[in-house]
């Protein structure tokens, strides 16, 4: 507006006063001043716009108070009073003021503004003037007038910054409202907002002055509120320069955008909608630190409280969330502690940030991974549905991170969700079912090889758990529901945890024996090994050595700290006491003092594990109610979500599992009253269970509690005679172990059930088996005589060798244990039942345990068929096979046993782990590895572990790799903790595997063609997946021990073999792949020996000195292909008239198992030909390679996966078949061992089969051939399935490890040739031979033999005793031996 022209006053200049006041000069006193001006602004205070008059006849008195003589006026009361007055005038003269000079009005302005200030001190007497001043201002808009003025800037950045000064908060929210209207006008009526006034606003927002004054930063965030609308452009530019364009120089606070950001996206999200875009653009700045800064400033925005950012600027939350896979650590670790917050106030972005954190979860950086888990467990202890299953899951998969840090975060965060949810029922059963999973995932750690990770799940288990702070009863009830629902692997981790503190316990009891006895060096030493043993049990084994060293010197100057320590670990120690001795033997060594002092924390670890915290008499009573209560059906079952057998089940199971760790707390009539209960329940596992809690606790209960003895002898009995076979075993076991007059009690079982026996009726027949198998085995001396004559006339003569039923035809390899015949049950227990009468005699006096053996390997070569009848199912024969491998090698456990097993009878058992069914390689392992892994089995068991590497199941090899690491590893460690060890290196040191390896390989019945690039190439594999393991680390320069250990196998001969040529060759042979392995993957292997091998005699013969064996049995062309998979270029006109394959390349993989499985049928190819059939070649589409799968839906009880090879279209000749190869006979199918690949050929190929001559030998049918063809064949499955067999599904189970060429067995040989050749195999009357060829005769023995077998007597060569146990004479002789000569290319076969 344009000011108005200077007014001229009336009266020719002459100021005129109010009425009463006189002439105000500078010739008066101030305070005469004061009182002449506090007139004057009553004056002006009552006069308004309208008063024309008045208006003109003060005039002259209005620019007489804007002189210098009142503006510049020393004293404040002056200046206040004259402040006021200006703003009356402003407000009467308005909308034009009197003042026409600019530079008057800036200084009139100022001057008013400095006045403001006195606003500050609400209690001064002036503060209702300073008021009435602020509010006549505002209420006027009077500094509106300033607009016109060029320097207006500087008097609203005066103003602005004299109000945020000043406002504090004494003052009441009418003094707030004048300055917001005051300010808010400026604003919103003026042309912008400077830079300079925006920073006086905007620095009342930085975290310093937000602090400082709490109320400007309230004024400030509602002024900018009010204003949004105006001031939003200006902020807008603002930030525009200082982000984008990068002029920090704009403005001091520059350095402050983010923050500035947040504040302003707090006060209203409107002043920032041009802001945002500019943010996206930032988070791609070069610049790591920047994006940092960046991602912080969004981490705040989005996760605040109420935040619609993410929905309403999606692609700038898109931006965002790439950030977390910024390649700046600090930047993705912002953005995973950002997600917490976000889960918490944001659960709609749950699904957008699950993505993002399961890359995370796997970050690199331990930090990253570490927070991850803080984040998803701190939102779900806000509130479990804040988190979804799967951010669970990352949790889940972290526990077995690598790095503790993690795991212990993992861990605890997934035990306090458990506590809070599951224990507490904080948020009801839909939560606790949601995590139901998490207390056996946290016992499943357990596993783990880490003492760390073992140590906190103890930890884990008492304090979140099983708390043991709750009082017994509900700590017991807690413990009793919790072991009813966990899963089977969750409870072996639990059932090993206790084993565990129980060991640790009675290591520290022996440690307090030894210091009792008088000091010695034997003593010392020791004492020196129970420590070793002890610190295995504790974090950081190193420092645990020293520290276990200490406390062991304190323990034998302390005895009050020993006798403290022995109450601890004594059986009747109570938890409360537990606890008071862990406090005292705490305090004890406390002293002195130390913020931190390990040595004290060590020795907590130890009273920790050994302290018991749960178990102690009361808490078995307390479990033993709650068994009663779910039996009488008045527990809480089904309110904690389990059954009540289920319960009951459980319960017993837990109490039998407490018998071996805490056997005396049992010992109460109440106790075994209620065990006697469970006894005559009908349950089989509880009853079963009872029987073992008595065997382990009750060895006072014949002195002390003579009426429960009396109750119980009846029942033991009744169970040894009529219960289950795993009841009569306890039974007996129970009578042996807590009565005294066990003699008389086992005569009383034995006689009746010896008396009993009758084949004819098998279901009546397993459970008198097992009773008499463990009854010889406990008591041999009383009862191994009469149970000859059982074995003899029974066992072997009337159960073994008839089959009195017809098995099921339906070709499956593996039926439920449910399906097996009584007939086959009862097999199986009675070759048991021969092993445990030999335990029990522990010697071959009588030359019995040569006949079991014999009968033993007869098993294995028929094929479980021991009659050769085929009128046992092919799943029965898999149980007996398995039955068969398994008693070998139970016997090899026994010395006296060991020694007289033959190479031929190791051999057969160790290919059992080859066997044709999935289930009898799967279990056969389970019970190899526990023998192995507990030392006692020997060392050349090991070495079948070897041959799994041709096992086409992948989670076979797998399994059958950890087997070694972990066989190896205790053995190492054997080594190590045991100095007497040394001595018997050779049956201890791993690397003394390698030669029974080798020897077994040289006699693998699929080793039928020593050149041959294939079965070179499956022996090195098979070596490889030892020596990967043995060669690992080169401790004491080993990898030279093995390859000289090798170097000396090549001087000897086959022990097996010693004149046999082609045997030697290919031991020769095979131990040339050794070498070429060990050199190719070793560089220190040619380093000299630190020892000279010692080899095992009963497998080599060591040479004269002469004898010098340095022939190179590996061509160069073979090296190059086994090197590499390729052989070396052929010069072209080699090729002519040759096949168009890739010679030397790897053309089918082991293949494991397709996801999807179908029935177990067993197989039987159509006869391909041999063109077709050759190395294992199957040629795929494209990548002319089979892949291996990662899942195998294989089973123990399941039917075996059918290997679906969808994409293989075409089978190749091979190059490497000659014509000689294809007229001869097909090889004799390999026995008990699954095939790599078995193609199917198309219907046309079956018929041709069917019609193939009749003619086979003994052992599996064998396919005839059939006229080669160059044609591809399709690979598909037969769904068709006949009598004859000569239609059926291929399977993992009957897949053989190599494609051969098989036969159809003639239906009609099936009778006298085969029992009678197997009557010589198990016979001892003299020295037999049996060659096995693949002519249409078979087997061809000696000349009585093949006559009698001509005749086809089956009934009565079935009836023979073909294992020696008729007579004493044929019992008292070894000198018949199982013999087979293999031709080289007609016959493959095994022993």
Not at 58 to 77: G, Q, T, V
Request: contains cysteine; proline residues 5%; aromatic residues 6%.
């Amino acid at each position: 507006m344009e000011f108005p022209q200077q007014q001229k006053p009336a009266g020719d200049g002459k100021i005129t006063y109010p009425p009463g006041v006189k002439e105000i000069t500078d010739k008066i006193t101030n305070d005469e001043v004061v009182k002449r001006l506090k007139m004057v602004v009553k004056t002006y205070m009552d006069m308004d716009q309208d008063s024309e008059e008045e208006k003109q006849q003060y005039l002259a008195l209005a620019l007489h108070l804007a002189s210098e003589f009142f503006l510049r006026n020393p004293n404040k009361d002056v200046r206040l009073l004259v402040a006021c007055c200006l703003a009356d005038i402003f407000r009467i003269y308005a909308p034009e003021a009197p003042y026409t000079s600019h530079d008057k009005l800036k200084d009139i302005f100022l001057f008013i503004t400095r006045q403001l200030k006195g606003l500050e001190d609400t209690k001064s007497p002036q503060f209702n003037r300073y008021f009435y001043l602020l509010e006549n201002l505002a209420w006027v808009k009077s500094y509106n007038i300033c607009f016109e003025l060029e320097d207006c800037n500087e008097i609203f950045i005066q103003l602005f910054k004299t109000l945020f000064s000043v406002i504090n908060n004494s003052h009441n929210q009418k003094v707030q409202m004048h300055m917001m209207d005051l300010m808010s006008s400026i604003i919103m009526e003026g042309d912008g907002v400077t830079q300079e006034l925006l920073d006086t606003i905007l620095i009342n927002l930085i975290p310093a002055h937000k602090n400082l004054n709490k109320q400007a930063y309230d004024l400030a965030k509602t002024l900018l509120k009010r204003t949004v609308q105006t001031i939003e452009t200006c902020i807008a530019n603002f930030f525009n320069q200082v982000l984008v364009m990068g002029k920090s120089s704009v403005s001091d606070l520059s350095e402050h955008v983010f923050d500035l950001i947040q504040e302003l996206f707090a006060i209203d999200p409107m002043l920032l909608t041009s802001v945002m875009p500019q943010l996206e653009f930032k988070l791609k700045s070069n610049d790591g630190e920047e994006r940092l800064a960046v991602v912080r400033l969004l981490a705040k925005l989005f996760g605040a409280k109420d935040s619609e950012l993410a929905s309403q600027n999606r692609p700038l939350w898109q931006c965002f969330l790439g950030r977390f896979n910024d390649i700046h650590v600090p930047v993705r670790l912002e953005c995973v502690k950002f997600a917490s917050h976000c889960l918490m106030n944001h659960p709609d972005l749950a699904r957008d940030l699950t993505e993002y954190l399961k890359v995370r979860s796997h970050d690199p950086e331990e930090a990253i991974r570490h927070d991850v888990i803080v984040t998803i467990i701190n939102a779900g202890k806000k509130d479990l549905n804040l988190v979804n299953d799967q951010l669970l899951g990352f949790v889940r998969e972290r526990t077995l991170d690598k790095r503790w840090r993690v795991r212990k975060e993992a861990m605890m965060g997934l035990a306090q969700l458990y506590k809070k949810y599951c224990l507490h029922h904080e948020a009801g059963k839909e939560s606790a079912a949601k995590i139901s999973w998490i207390k056996d995932k946290l016992l499943h750690i357990y596993y783990q090889n880490s003492i760390d990770d073992k140590l906190l799940v103890e930890k884990i288990f008492a304090q979140y758990m099983v708390p043991h702070s709750l009082d017994t009863e509900e700590k017991m009830k807690c413990l009793y529901y919790l072991y009813a629902c966990l899963d089977t692997n969750a409870v072996k981790a639990l059932n090993e945890m206790w084993k565990c503190q129980n060991m640790l316990r009675s290591l520290v009891k022996e440690l307090l024996d030894l210091h009792k006895l008088p000091v010695s060096e034997a003593n010392n030493s020791a004492m020196f090994g129970k420590l070793m043993c002890i610190a295995k049990n504790l974090p950081d084994a190193g420092k645990a050595q020293d520290f276990m060293k200490k406390f062991n010197q304190v323990l034998g100057e302390d005895e009050k700290l020993r006798v403290q320590l022995e109450m601890l670990i004594s059986p009747t120690c109570s938890c409360k006491q537990a606890e008071i001795c862990v406090r005292e033997i705490t305090r004890k060594l406390t002293f002195p003092k130390q913020p931190t002092n390990p040595f004290l924390e060590m020795v907590k670890f130890l009273l920790e594990r050994i302290a018991p915290v749960h178990i102690d008499s009361e808490a078995i009573s307390a479990l033993v109610k709650l068994l009663n209560k779910s039996i009488e059906g008045t527990a809480d079952d089904d309110e904690e979500g389990v059954t009540p057998d289920t319960a009951i089940r459980a319960g017993l199971e837990l109490l039998k599992v407490l018998s071996f760790t805490h056997p005396t707390a049992f010992h109460s009539a109440e106790t075994y009253e209620s065990l006697l209960q469970c006894l005559k329940m009908e349950d089989e596992k509880v009853a079963e269970a009872a029987i073992q809690i008595f065997r382990n606790t009750g060895q006072k209960i014949e002195t002390e509690l003579q009426q429960i003895r009396s109750t119980l002898i009846p029942i033991l009995h009744q169970k040894a005679k009529r219960g289950t076979p795993h009841q009569a075993k306890q039974a007996v076991h129970c009578i042996h172990a807590i009565f005294n007059n066990k003699e008389v009690q086992l005569a009383q079982i034995f006689e009746p059930l010896s008396r009993s026996l009758n084949a004819d009726v098998p279901e009546q027949l397993i459970t008198p088996l097992v009773s008499l198998g463990h009854i010889s085995m406990l008591a041999p001396d009383q009862f191994a005589s009469p149970m000859k004559s059982i074995v003899a006339n029974f066992i072997v003569k009337d159960l073994l060798m008839n089959d009195r039923s017809v098995g099921n035809k339906n070709g499956k390899l593996w039926s439920a244990d449910e399906e097996v015949s009584p007939e086959v049950l009862a097999k199986v227990q009675a070759i048991k039942l021969l092993v445990r009468w030999l335990l029990g005699m522990k010697n071959n006096q009588s030359k019995s345990a040569n006949s079991t053996l014999r009968l033993l390997s007869a098993m294995l070569v028929s094929e479980g068929d021991l009659t050769e009848q085929k009128k046992i199912s092919k799943s029965d024969m898999s149980r007996l096979r398995l039955a068969a491998g398994g008693a070998i090698m139970k016997l090899a456990q026994e010395p006296c046993y060991h020694d007289i097993i033959t190479p031929e009878q190791y051999q057969l058992c160790g290919l059992v782990i080859n066997d044709e069914c999935y289930q009898v390689r799967q279990i056969f392992a389970q019970k190899l590895h526990l023998a192995l892994v507990k030392l006692m089995l020997p060392l050349e068991y090991l070495a079948v572990f070897a041959l799994c590497a041709k096992d086409p199941v992948k989670e076979r090899r797998a399994h059958a790799r950890q087997c070694l690491l972990k066989n190896i590893s205790v053995r190492r460690e054997y080594i190590k903790q045991n100095p007497l060890a040394q001595e018997k290196l050779v049956s201890l040191l791993p690397e003394y595997v390698v030669p029974y390896m080798i020897h077994l390989l040289a006699h693998d019945p699929d080793f039928t063609k020593p050149q041959e690039y294939e079965q070179l190439k499956d022996i090195k594999e098979c070596l490889w997946f030892m020596l990967e393991v043995l060669m690992t680390k080169n401790e004491n320069n080993s990898h030279a021990f093995l390859r000289k250990m090798v170097e000396n196998i090549k001087q000897t001969k086959d022990a097996q073999c010693p004149d046999d040529a082609k045997g030697n060759e290919k031991l020769y042979i095979v131990c040339d792949v050794a070498l070429f392995v060990i050199a190719n993957k070793s560089t220190a292997c040619h380093l000299d020996s630190p020892k000279d091998p010692v080899l095992p005699s009963k497998f080599f013969i060591v040479q004269d000195k002469d004898f010098k064996n340095d022939k190179e049995y590996l061509s160069t062309d073979m090296r190059q292909m086994l090197l590499t998979g390729k052989p070396k270029t052929a010069p072209v006109l080699s090729a002519v008239n040759k096949p168009l394959t890739v010679p030397g390349k790897r053309i089918f993989t082991k293949t494991t198992p397709a996801s999807d499985t179908a029935s177990n049928t067993s197989t039987n190819s159509s006869p391909l030909s041999s063109t077709t059939i050759n190395k294992n070649s199957v040629f795929c589409n494209d990548s002319n390679v089979a892949t291996e799968s990662s899942e195998s839906q294989a089973q123990e009880n399941n039917e075996n996966p059918v290997i679906k090879n969808d994409e293989c279209k075409k089978t190749e000749p091979s190059q490497n078949m000659t014509p000689d190869a294809e007229t001869d006979a097909s090889p004799v199918k390999r026995r008990g061992r699954p095939p790599k690949s078995a193609p199917v050929a198309p219907a046309g190929a079956d018929k041709e089969g069917a019609a193939a001559p009749a003619g086979a030998g003994r052992g599996r049918k064998r396919a005839a051939d059939s006229n080669p063809s160059t044609e591809s064949i399709n690979i598909k499955m037969s769904k068709q399935q006949n009598d004859e067999g000569t239609k059926r599904q291929i399977d993992l189970q009957r897949w053989p490890f190599k494609s051969k060429k098989m036969e159809k067995e003639r239906p009609e040989e099936e009778t006298g040739r085969a029992v009678g050749s197997l009557a010589l195999l198990l016979g001892s009357e003299g020295e037999t031979e049996i060659e096995l060829e693949s002519s249409p005769e078979g087997v061809t023995c000696g000349r009585e033999e093949s006559e009698r077998s001509s005749q086809g007597d089956t009934k009565s060569t079935s009836r023979e005793d073909p294992s020696g146990w008729q007579g004493e004479t044929n019992c008292g002789e070894r000198t018949d031996r199982l013999v087979v000569k293999r031709k080289p290319v007609r016959v493959k076969s095994r022993p």
